[in-house]
């Protein structure tokens, strides 16, 4: 059994930076590839980053890429989204996701775990 918990969502003007953090209780954390989604209002999930389990390979959605860094400290078993430049089109709920195998994938499918979400608004 694996949990996921978010944090570090908030309220922030356009330009500014959020740094989110997934937290997992998850033993197998090492060997899990670990991706952040996100879904505003109205929109599907869709998918932002992702890591593999030794944080050797790293991809990101076209839109967010240059701004947002996937990093993950094995130790801690946590993953983090440092998000910098923010843009209003940003604002969605964010969502950490696992996978039990470590290479990453963009498909929010073919991640088996979920946390609840951290809410992350830009204002212009």
């Known amino acids: 059994q694996v949990q996921l918990v978010e944090s570090g969502g908030g309220f922030v003007q356009a330009g500014g930076s959020l740094r989110l953090s997934c937290a997992s209780s998850?033993?197998?954390?090492?060997?899990?590839?670990m991706g952040w989604f996100r879904q505003a209002p109205g929109k599907e999930r869709e998918f932002v980053a992702a890591?593999?389990?030794?944080?050797?390979?790293?991809n990101y959605a076209d839109s967010v890429k240059g701004r947002f860094t996937i990093s993950r400290d094995n130790a801690k078993t946590t993953v983090y989204l440092q998000m910098n430049s923010l843009k209003p089109e940003d604002t969605a709920l964010y969502y950490c996701?696992?996978?039990?195998?470590?290479?990453?994938?963009?498909?929010?499918?073919?991640?088996?775990?979920w946390g609840q979400g951290t809410q992350v608004t830009v204002s212009s």
């Open positions: 996701a696992a996978r039990n195998i470590g290479a990453l994938r963009t498909r929010a499918a073919d991640y088996g775990y």
């Open positions: 890591i593999s389990w030794n944080g050797g390979n790293t």
């Open positions: 998850g033993r197998t954390f090492m060997y899990s590839a």
